[in-house]
């Protein structure tokens, strides 16, 4: 005789699996809006598939976010989701993988960069110092033309000419060698990324940091952390398309409770609820 908790678990399960298949359309409506954002934020954090390791994949659009679980820390997922050729605005970590996507506009996050600078200027002394508090220097700068910008100070074209400044500065500051390996490690990175430090002022309207994606990893860590991943592939494919429909019903501030008990009640498929903006 099976177990009560076994078999609230096995009716859990097959609820979970059922809403799913569901929400399949809402599920493609979410990679559609996703896939057309002029502007996307990837992120990921280790997961668990049958304690096994694996890693959740979120892609934040401006009014989408997907999430999908893969066995690894590669392109797949957002190849998947994008298409290598996708041109828009790609926000995101030094995380080398999203380089291959030759075709977007990238910005590396600033909230990265300012840890990287605080950790070297933590640790370092005498003239180590000096390479870290300048590139924060530049970074608060870039900051301060935007806000000069926000607040009608300064025209776009008047922020392009300053990014090109720090640009320039930015590679003065990196091309030559450093003493201190943290900090010639750091400067390289800032080397080979030079043209993606001040996309935000160019582009005036795109993020500085991928703050999107982090704030829809984290009530994925809380999951995790409570229950330690998914038992299997379909358990792990099931969370990714019903967290997607979730969060997106959130970013859009509609019920995602109320979403899902309605497609639930019907046979036809439901549109997710419009952004603000379209209301």
């Known amino acids: 005789m099976q177990q009560p908790r076994a078999f609230a678990e096995n009716v859990l399960y097959g609820e979970m699996l059922r809403t799913a298949g569901r929400l399949e359309d809402a599920y493609a409506q979410v990679r559609r ?34 999430y999908e679980v893969d066995a690894t820390r590669s392109i797949g997922p957002a190849e998947r989701l994008l298409g290598i050729d996708w041109a828009g605005i790609f926000g995101h970590d030094g995380w080398a993988v999203y380089d291959k996507f030759t075709a977007a506009t990238h910005q590396q996050c600033f909230a990265h960069l ?3 600078c605080e950790s070297l200027i933590e640790s370092g002394t005498g003239g180590a110092l000096a390479f870290p508090r300048g590139v924060k220097d530049l970074l608060l700068a870039g900051f301060e033309y935007r806000n000069r910008f926000r607040s009608d100070e300064m025209t776009a074209h008047g ?21 201190h390996a943290a900090n010639e490690r750091f ?10 430090l ?14 999107r994606g982090e704030q829809a990893i ?8 409570v229950w330690g991943g998914n038992r299997t592939g379909a358990g792990a ?10 969060q997106t019903c ?30």
Do not use: Y
Request: charged share 25%; proline share 6%; aromatic share 8%.
């Open 187 to 196: 400067a390289k990175f800032l080397e080979n990324h030079l043209d993606e």
């Open 218 to 225: 984290r009530p994925a860590v809380v999951n995790r952390k």
């Open 33 to 66: 809006a996703v896939l057309g954002s002029p502007q996307v934020v990837g992120d990921e954090t280790g997961w668990r598939v049958d304690g096994r390791g694996a890693w959740l994949h979120a892609f934040v659009g401006l009014t989408a976010t997907c």
């Open 250 to 279: 959130k970013q859009r501030l509609a019920d995602p409770f109320d979403f899902i008990r309605c497609q639930l009640i019907t046979t036809s498929p439901l549109a997710l609820p419009l952004p603000i903006a379209s209301r």
């Open 198 to 211: 001040f996309t935000f002022l160019h582009r005036p309207g795109a993020d500085a940091t991928n703050w």
């Open 114 to 116: 300012f840890r990287r």
């Open 237 to 246: 494919s099931t969370q990714s398309r019903i967290m997607s429909v979730m």
């Open 159 to 179: 922020m392009k000419v300053m990014a090109g400044r720090l640009t320039i500065k930015m590679w003065k500051l990196v091309r030559h060698p450093k003493k």
